[in-house]
């Protein structure tokens, strides 16, 4: 015999009942915390379906409105002159500027034309929009400003030592108040 013996050593046997239900924890965890995106689509109030109603027509000054046109070759014609897409929110932006709020802008796409071409005209709409209003409030924000530069200090200061007197004083009443409220319960 040898003077050491062999013992056979076996691997404790892992307990594994658990590991089922934190797997399915840990996987509703994370399906719970976790932001999924969801596609909403453009913002965009289309007209309504044609119904076969009499609409009565309305005078519309032909200085105030301007037509845009998709063709169903994708052309586009404002104002019945053809115009590329790049051209067309410099030419929305001076047209809004010229009439300012009084201007009616249609937009008529042939149902040939491609929805490529309809929603460049519509990103050239929003971004004359956008830029239109930059602009008519880019004056108003720099006189607010300067004018609340030009008002003097000492105002501020007179109203800000106001605020704090009259805080304080409040504070001095909901602690009075508190006092008495316990000294006599």
Known sequence: MSMFKHRKHSVPGLNTTSTADISFMLLI????????????GLSRQLPPAEHKQQQNETEVNR???????????NQ???DGKPMTQKQLPLSLVQFITARGKNHLITLDANPESSYDAYFHVQNALVTAY???RDRTAKPNSVALTNNLRRSNASNCGHFVLNGL???MERRRKEVQNEYVSTSFS
């Open 76 to 78: 586009l014609l404002v």
């Open 29 to 40: 965890f994370f399906l719970v915390a976790s932001s999924m995106d969801i596609d909403k």
């Open 130 to 132: 956008r830029t239109w």
């Open 63 to 73: 200085q105030r409105l301007l037509e845009i046109k998709i063709t169903a070759q």
């Open 165 to 167: 007197l009259k805080l």
